[in-house]
């Protein structure tokens, strides 16, 4: 079931949702309606946590990553969670050194990177059963076109296998209103950690922080 951006169920770009604690809370506003409660319900609603921990922690410690997630949205989920988009405006601080405004100010390869990591970290994290925390031993991107200072990217991220040691998933890169490819590439990731220590950080965030 897709939920389009600006749609009340997800966080608007920038906002902090608060960690859902049962399966009625994983939005704000309360419980969703059924049908989208039974879609986001067992394995879907770990990656809406994920995301949720995702862009508290990535503000809480001013990491790299918190200029990518004050603008990414998580704006579908399907198959049994197999299948998942994550959406991001582009902005003039995306742009390459050397993009020129008559040129469309193409945006920095890293930035497309930086969004195809993050997004395929958080899907690949949601699908191990035991929800161990992991880390990158593979990413390759090909680019087979540019992204353009404001339009919306869209990250296609496919789950290619879960297994006792690695994750792997395949992410596509589209302009969100034109459907252009502008990168394919795969995630390949270990999974460390003991079970349930994906969500360590957001525990310990709800009773020390208040971002």
Same mark, same amino acid.
């Given at each position: 079931? #897709?939920? %389009? %951006?600006?749609? %009340?169920?997800? #966080? @608007?770009?920038? @906002?902090?949702?608060?960690?859902?604690?049962? %399966?009625?809370? +994983?939005?704000?506003?309360?419980? #969703?309606?059924?049908?989208?409660?039974?879609?986001?319900?067992?394995?879907?609603?770990?990656?809406?946590?994920?995301?949720?921990?995702?862009?508290?922690?990535?503000?809480?410690?001013?990491?790299?990553? *918190?200029?990518?997630?004050?603008?990414? +949205?998580?704006?579908? &989920?399907? /198959?049994?969670?197999?299948?998942?988009?994550?959406?991001?405006?582009?902005? +003039?601080?995306?742009?390459?050194?050397?993009?020129?405004?008559?040129? $469309?100010?193409?945006?920095?390869?890293?930035?497309?990177?930086?969004?195809?990591?993050?997004?395929?970290?958080?899907? &690949?994290?949601?699908?191990?059963?035991?929800?161990?925390?992991?880390?990158?031993?593979?990413?390759?991107?090909?680019?087979?076109?540019?992204?353009?200072?404001?339009?919306?990217?869209?990250?296609?991220?496919? &789950?290619?296998? &879960?297994?006792?040691?690695? $994750?792997?998933?395949?992410?596509?890169?589209?302009?969100?209103?034109?459907?252009?490819?502008?990168?394919?590439?795969?995630?390949?990731?270990?999974?460390?950690?003991?079970?349930?220590?994906?969500?360590?950080?957001?525990?310990?965030? /709800? *009773?020390?922080?208040?971002?």
């Amino acid at each position: 079931q #897709a939920f %389009p %951006p600006g749609d %009340p169920r997800f #966080a @608007a770009p920038g @906002a902090v949702p608060a960690l859902p604690r049962a %399966p009625a809370r +994983q939005r704000r506003g309360g419980a #969703a309606p059924g049908g989208a409660r039974r879609a986001m319900s067992g394995s879907g609603c770990r990656l809406t946590s994920l995301f949720g921990q995702y862009l508290q922690q990535t503000r809480a410690q001013n990491s790299f990553s *918190s200029i990518i997630s004050k603008r990414l +949205q998580l704006a579908k &989920i399907e /198959n049994n969670l197999k299948n998942s988009s994550f959406q991001i405006p582009l902005h +003039q601080s995306d742009c390459h050194a050397f993009a020129m405004p008559k040129e $469309g100010q193409t945006v920095h390869g890293g930035v497309i990177s930086t969004i195809v990591e993050d997004a395929t970290t958080m899907h &690949i994290c949601a699908n191990d059963p035991r929800s161990r925390k992991a880390v990158t031993t593979d990413l390759n991107l090909s680019f087979l076109g540019v992204g353009k200072v404001g339009r919306t990217l869209q990250v296609d991220s496919a &789950i290619l296998k &879960i297994g006792g040691v690695l $994750g792997v998933a395949e992410a596509k890169v589209k302009d969100a209103n034109s459907g252009k490819l502008i990168a394919v590439g795969r995630h390949t990731m270990m999974f460390i950690g003991e079970d349930n220590s994906s969500m360590e950080f957001s525990q310990s965030l /709800n *009773s020390v922080f208040d971002v």
